[in-house]
């Protein structure tokens, strides 16, 4: 059951990163976390909207729908989408230092979203996209 909810739906550009990851992060406040638990999410979202803009529409710009759901009062069910490249391998992208993105990045990306999650998946379909979606406990101050 969802408790409440928010959408939105951004363009794939390097400016809109920090933006998306203030707002989820805003949103989340309202279970009142602890500042690592927002920082573990802040960055979890930051990893996700910039993989979209990096491998999912690589030289393009396209649309990242981020969808945000308060499911108790205490967890968030963040889910990040593009429409882009899509993944061949998932099981291999989510291996640590593989990349796709030439020698500027890391390849952790998954791995860190998986470090601040407490649930990570990954969907995708080559040409038609990727999902991503975090599941995050908060237990919070005054919980």
Do not use: W
């Not at 998932?90 to 796709?100: D, G, N, S, V, Y």
């Amino acid at each position: 059951m969802n408790v409440n909810e928010f959408k939105m739906t951004v363009d794939s550009r390097s400016v809109n990163e920090g933006f998306t990851r203030t707002a989820v992060a805003a949103f989340a406040a309202q279970l009142d976390p602890t500042l690592e638990e927002i920082n573990d999410i802040k960055t979890a979202v930051s990893e996700a909207v910039t993989n979209c803009i990096v491998h999912g529409y690589k030289n393009s710009v396209g649309k990242i729908f981020i969808t945000v759901r308060i499911k108790s009062e205490s967890a968030v069910l963040i889910t990040i989408k593009d429409r882009g490249a899509g993944i061949e391998d998932i099981k291999k992208a989510r291996e640590p230092l593989f990349t796709t993105g030439g020698s500027d990045r890391a390849g952790l990306g998954f791995s860190v979203m998986e470090s601040f999650t407490d649930k990570l998946t990954v969907r995708s379909s080559v040409g038609r996209g990727t999902t991503v979606t975090l599941y995050k406990r908060i237990f919070g101050r005054a919980k």
